[in-house]
């Protein structure tokens, strides 16, 4: 600690220099926790779906409609403990695509199937009594303003009225809750009013949810679950919900992979710009180097003063990055349209603030290392 203010003194130098690596590596670490951020609302559905549930969809496509009746065999079969139907909606809102998951179910069993959607018990009396009720996550009504007792048109983007109208309207009765990683943005209403007022596709779903026993015992009951419907009109498919979301998430292409590759060019640049700050202070400095080990800092202490300038520039810099980016997205500054769940999670957090201090000692390694060889003879020679 006794030296920090000699490191200081030495970054102000040149504060123009230092306030651009400053920025540079600041803005490497905004991006840093952007994209990982954004990695999270691809992969969350993938992180947090249940090892206890299925998803049954037509064979061909999930896009394909099943028959609504398959619930009652479903439901009868050894090792399931409950079932429910899933209808993708789709709509708009506002005059553009909804980009929250809207679907039509039976609210009440499709809740009891994600435990982790907290309802009050108040709210779900009142979806009972209100056949256009719906219940909503409570980041969508956050980021669109609405309240209990709001009346809400959808656009009929997919499934038109039957009235001939363009738009559908519920009655917001209630919103879901969960804890800070939950999904949080999903709009649910009831199946039997969607059923009885839609102009085409009475008594078809898109999928079922359907939970089981024991998560062991996943792949007989999905082999037992498409046997059953092999030989009928609409085949099905049976998979973990993992597996699902994952293919998803997939269609978008490998977005791990893609961030690891930007993230990776983008530090390795900074590292560069860093480590070349580092060897030109080092280098207008060779006198002064000379002049501390001649007043007996020895080769190790002027090392860890080298190295100590570059990690106090990438940490403060990363850490105020990151610390900017934590209290941005707890706001909901970033709760944009394509990608309603936004999660900075601790372990990005962590992993970005490791990153800080490597850059900083990789970066200082180099010009730390010479400046540690520094002959005193040669350094006033040279000068």
């Avoid at 180097?289 to 003063?305: H, I, Y």
């Amino acid at each position: 600690m006794k030296y920090l203010p000699l490191v200081w003194r030495n970054l102000l130098r040149r504060k123009f220099r230092t306030v651009f690596t400053v920025g540079c590596i600041f803005i490497s670490f905004v991006l840093y926790g952007f994209l990982m951020i954004v990695n999270a609302a691809f992969t969350q559905g993938v992180d947090f779906a249940g090892a206890d549930r299925l998803w049954l969809f037509h064979k061909v496509s999930i896009i394909q409609m099943i028959p609504a009746s398959y619930l009652n065999d479903i439901s009868a079969t050894p090792g399931v403990t409950l079932a429910t139907h899933c209808t993708w909606f789709g709509g708009s809102y506002q005059g553009k695509p909804s980009q929250f998951a809207t679907f039509a179910t039976d609210v009440e069993t499709y809740l009891k199937l994600y435990p982790e959607f907290k309802v009050p018990e108040e709210q779900l009396a009142a979806l009972r009594a209100d056949r256009q009720g719906a219940i909503v996550g409570r980041d969508t009504a956050k980021k669109y303003g609405w309240k209990i007792g709001d009346r809400v048109p959808l656009g009929a983007d997919i499934w038109m009225p039957k009235d001939g109208g363009q738009a559908w309207y519920f009655n917001i009765v209630g919103f879901y809750d969960g804890d800070k990683n939950a999904d949080k943005t999903q709009f649910l209403f009831r199946h039997d009013y969607f059923d009885e007022n839609r102009r085409a596709g009475k008594g078809t779903v898109s999928w079922y949810v359907v939970k089981i026993a024991d998560p062991s015992t996943s792949a007989a009951i999905a082999a037992k679950l498409d046997d059953h419907f092999a030989n009928s009109e609409y085949e099905t498919k049976t998979q973990p919900e993992k597996a699902v979301i994952a293919d998803f998430a997939k269609q978008t292409g490998n977005i791990g992979a893609m961030i690891t590759a930007v993230l990776a060019v983008v530090f390795f640049v900074t590292l560069l710009v860093v480590a070349n700050t580092m060897a030109q202070s080092v280098r207008e400095r060779t006198s002064e180097l000379a002049v501390l080990k001649t007043l007996g800092f020895s080769g190790p202490t002027v090392l860890m003063l080298v190295l100590a300038e570059s990690l106090v520039i990438a940490v403060i810099a990363g850490w105020a990055a990151l610390a900017l980016m934590y209290v941005l997205v707890g706001r909901g500054s970033f709760n944009i349209a394509m990608l309603p769940v936004f999660v900075f999670s601790n372990r990005a957090i962590v992993l970005g603030a490791i990153m800080a201090v490597g850059l900083g000692l990789l970066a200082g390694a180099l010009p730390a290392t010479a400046a540690m060889r520094l002959k005193i003879v040669d350094a006033l020679r040279r000068n």
